[in-house]
């Protein structure tokens, strides 16, 4: 269990059956019933474009973002890969709906103790030395699962034998600092609805530039604001000495400041 | 104890009244049907009236941590009539805003969770933190205050001897958590629109709060006057002005500069909603207040001081709401307007606010300290008589 997990979902197996959801539903407790978009009760669904369909789910990022801005530590990064969440930890912020990179977590809007709701890559079944669900349920094999550098060498393998049927590019290999989730796709990412503006920096790397400034803000600026008010204090001292000299120049030196 | 230096606003109690009964109720729907039952926020708009609420309130409350800078620590001591005004507004901006987001949050029954579970890497956490620690640190400058007024002398005392670490360690939390508030963004590069959205979101939210919070300060004292007290003398007032222009000048200097080599300006080319909504924020709240203050004739005329900061608060409400919400907004597919409960509980907890700020002004020592208690005043050249100063020993309050 010590390797990472990962999932590669090739794109030109994806018949469109919907099984993966199915499956989801299944091993998560909810409500039946095909969904086209993610929502509470789907924590994957299928995206249409043209004759293509695109598996949308949390992509458990290597340094993920809802992880970082999270304030109580809520959602974690766990060793075998899933972006697991607690919800007695959660103050519900949404700073992690605001933040995702992917529109991933949904929001328990209508409940008075609401909590987010997502992907879980099948945290238990993986201890448990299963595939996830959907992965399991997949019968084309367009989702494999498997240790995350295997999968990268065999979705490279068949970009290799077959260079002519796909794009040249492993989404998710070093996309926001690298996900859990390969897509191998036969046209380009960003006609399938990927955010190609997005980079391979973690962002997390984004807050962390403004964040590490702190320790300096609270050395530094206090150094400097105590030596702002020494200097001040003292001249203010000075100059009541001086003018107190000049009424009385008798006075003896002992107040000298 | 009857103060003469309030505004007379009629129909001020019954208006207030109103809006806090009207936000109690508000609440009571919000915490028994939920959030997005009485909300207009969704998975696509997680934050909205409220998150700008809070940035406004903590900007304007920025009077606190610059008046106590410029008096205390620069030793701009002629200012030291403001100084408890500008506590009083910060102590009251912060607690608001700490009940505001309280109500936001979904879970207001973790509320405490920061203070136990740290994550180090939040932006959120770094906030929590600050407004927590700042806030203690108002309530331990504005406890003098009250202690004055119940004649209870020895903890002034002790406070007094803290109090020039406190001071720093107050101006240094409001530096870090007004910028950070422009932090919470700089996650946000795909969604917030290139207008608002730049890695230098912290300074600009830090020189802004500059400028609004001596604003609000301004604006104070401008009022106390209108009501017969007038806390600082017309060149004063102007001395403030001059910073308020500096901090303007330097803000627009390193907004359009940094929209330049971010290649922005070109969102500014055509009449977009974003255009639209950004030319009304920096012209509104920058340029034209920056052009007013240049004028020797609007720093020292009252009306004009009036009008110029009135600008600023407003263009900085601009400006905050613009970064919060319409630089959200993917227009015209996906806009948030807040419901009318989220709209009511913002207009009741002003209404605290502003009831707070007057209730407390009538019945504590805001304008003149009683005791000589933490900070003895010299050299005050208000051209107002210097107040009574009463010791500890003859100290019998009832008697003035």
């Known amino acids: 269990m010590s390797q990472k997990k990962a999932m590669l979902i090739d794109l030109t197996l994806c018949v469109g059956c919907n099984a993966c959801q199915g499956a989801c539903k299944e091993e998560n407790r909810l409500p039946p019933g095909e969904e ?37 530590g809520a959602l974690s990064k766990t060793e075998a890969g899933p972006v697991a969440y607690d919800a007695e930890k959660c103050i519900g912020c949404r700073y992690c709906l605001q933040a995702c990179p992917f529109h991933v977590p949904k929001y328990e809007w209508s409940s008075t103790k609401p909590r987010i709701q997502k992907c879980k890559f099948c945290a238990s079944r993986l201890a448990r030395g299963l595939q996830p669900a959907c992965a399991e349920a997949c019968p084309t094999g367009a989702t494999q699962f498997g240790d995350r550098e295997e999968l990268l060498v065999e979705a490279a393998r068949r970009i290799n034998a077959e260079p002519a049927k796909f794009v040249h590019r492993i989404y998710g290999k070093d996309d926001v600092g690298g996900t859990s989730m390969f897509y191998l796709s036969p046209v380009p990412f960003e006609q399938l609805g990927f955010d190609s503006r997005m980079g391979k920096t973690p962002m997390p790397m984004l807050t962390m530039s403004a964040l590490s400034k702190v320790p300096n803000v609270l050395s530094v600026g206090g150094v400097l604001l105590g030596g702002v008010w020494w200097i001040t204090n003292r001249r203010a001292k000075v100059q009541a000495f001086e003018a107190s000299q000049k009424k009385d120049p008798t006075r003896p030196p002992e107040d000298k400041p | 104890m009857k103060i003469p230096g309030l505004p007379r606003i009629t129909g001020w109690h019954p208006i207030a009244t109103t809006l806090i009964l009207a936000g109690a109720m508000a609440a009571f729907a919000r915490f028994n049907y ?11 708009f997680p934050w909205g009236l409220w998150i700008g609420f809070d940035f406004l309130g903590i900007g304007l409350a920025a009077s606190g941590f610059t008046i106590v800078a410029a008096v205390n620590l620069f030793h701009a001591k002629e200012y030291e009539p403001i100084v408890r005004p500008a506590i009083l507004t910060a102590f009251i901006g912060y607690l608001l805003v700490v009940l505001v987001l309280i109500i936001d949050l979904g879970r207001p029954d973790h509320f405490w969770h920061p203070l136990v579970m740290w994550n180090p890497h939040s932006v959120m956490c770094e ?11 108002l309530s331990l400058e504005f406890a003098p205050i009250v202690l004055e007024k119940l004649n209870i002398v020895s903890p002034i ?3 007094h001897a803290i109090s020039l670490p406190l001071m720093i360690f107050g101006v240094l939390l409001s530096t870090l958590h007004q910028s950070s508030f422009g932090s919470l963004y700089l996650i946000v590069p795909n969604r917030l629109h290139a207008l608002w959205y730049t890695p230098l979101l912290p300074v600009l939210f830090f020189i802004s709060c500059i400028a609004s919070g001596i604003s609000m300060v301004i604006l104070e004292s401008l009022i106390f006057a209108r009501g017969g007290r007038d806390l600082l003398p017309t060149p004063l007032r102007a001395n403030l002005a001059k910073i308020i222009a500096v901090a303007l000048a330097v803000y ?43 004028m020797e004739r609007v720093r020292t005329s009252r009306r004009g001081l009036y009008a110029a900061t009135l600008l600023v608060v407003v263009g900085f409400a601009f400006n905050r709401m613009n970064t919060a919400i319409t630089g959200l907004e993917h227009y015209p597919a996906q806009t948030y307007f807040p419901s009318l409960i989220e709209v009511f509980i913002t207009l009741g907890i002003t209404a605290i606010g502003f009831s707070a700020f007057s209730f407390i002004v009538k019945h504590l020592p805001i304008f003149e300290p009683m005791v000589a208690g933490p900070r003895p005043r010299k050299e005050v050249v208000t051209g107002r008589p210097e107040p009574i100063f009463i010791s500890r020993e003859g100290g019998d309050l009832e008697s003035r």
Not at chain 2, 256 to 269: K, M, P, S, W
């Open chain 1, 36 to 72: 086209k978009y993610l929502s509470l009760t789907a924590y994957t669904a299928l995206d249409k474009y043209n004759d293509l369909y695109v598996r949308r789910m949390c992509q458990h990022c290597d340094v993920p973002t809802c992880v970082s801005v999270c304030p109580v």
């Open chain 2, 34 to 44: 939920g959030l997005g039952a009485t909300t207009n926020l969704s998975d696509e």
């Open chain 2, 127 to 137: 906030i929590s933190w600050c407004l927590m620690l700042y806030t203690t640190v």
């Open chain 2, 157 to 159: 005392k002790w406070i």
């Open chain 2, 252 to 294: 627009v200097v390193v907004r359009v500069q940094d929209l330049l080599t971010r290649g922005a300006l070109r969102e500014l080319t055509a009449l977009t909603y974003y255009s639209l909504a950004f030319y009304a924020e920096l012209l509104i709240g920058f340029v034209i207040p920056f052009a007013m203050l240049l």
